[in-house]
């Protein structure tokens, strides 16, 4: 496989300097479906397949989740880009490898429950409701939180919980968790998320300082962490009780 630096956050917003009436001709706009169609298959095979992704049901969950969904329309022509895109509030959206990275890592056969914690524009949310039985995802920032739910409504997901607050701390009440992912970056790794858990059950967290991290798979064996690096990473960073003060 590629040794991939995966560049998570981003600070260049993509600005279209349009008039109102240029922008309705503008394909920054209004791109076409195929073109799209296009994109997203280079995308498969060129960022997932090429870099090792196999997982039959993630490819095709990436396959089905529409990305130009999650973020803004003036973006519509990167939604299949090869970064990161900025979203509402400072934060970002996933590269679509790294989501399909991380959903890979978790392993799931269809039939867990997933603890996600930074629910950011929903798109990983989607692609783990695709190939899990059931996701809970929290967000500190309640307007993404709104937007996300409303965004997998609309697509039709019915098996997503959705919840505010510091998903440091997990959701004690819905827990032991199968599987736990979490999408922002962590001095360490957060003590409750690790206790809620499920013994046998895997955690994706990227873990380092607030520049550059480790994404690490962590397998809870007889209540001890093993841990394996998957890539190094940039994420923007987990605030709250267990991650980095705001
Ligand atoms: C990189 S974004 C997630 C991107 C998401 N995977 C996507 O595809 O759009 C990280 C998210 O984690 C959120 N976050 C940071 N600290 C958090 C915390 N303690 N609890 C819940 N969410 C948190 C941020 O607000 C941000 O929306």
Redesign the pocket.
Known sequence: MDLVLVV?ATDRPNHCFCTPHAAAMCDVHTMPDARIDTAKQKMLDDQLRYRGIEDARVLAAMAKVPRER?IARRQRRQAYSDRALP?DCG????QPYI?ALMTEALRLSGDEVVLE????????TAVLAEVAREVVT????EV?ACSAAEALAELGYRNVRFETG???AGLADAAPFDRIIV??AAPRCPPSLFEQLAEDGILVIPLGGRDCQQLQAIRKVDGRAMAIDLSACR??P???GG?WPA
């Not at 914690?117 to 990983?124: A, E, I, L």
């Not at 929290?138 to 920032?141: C, L, Y």
Request: avoid cysteine; aromatic fraction near 10%; hydrophobic fraction near 40%.
């Open positions: 998570e999650f979203i934060q970002t959206i996933s989501v914690v930074g629910t950011g524009s929903g798109y990983q929290i967000e500190r920032i993404l510091d998903g440091t999408t922002a994420f923007v987990l605030i709250g991650g």
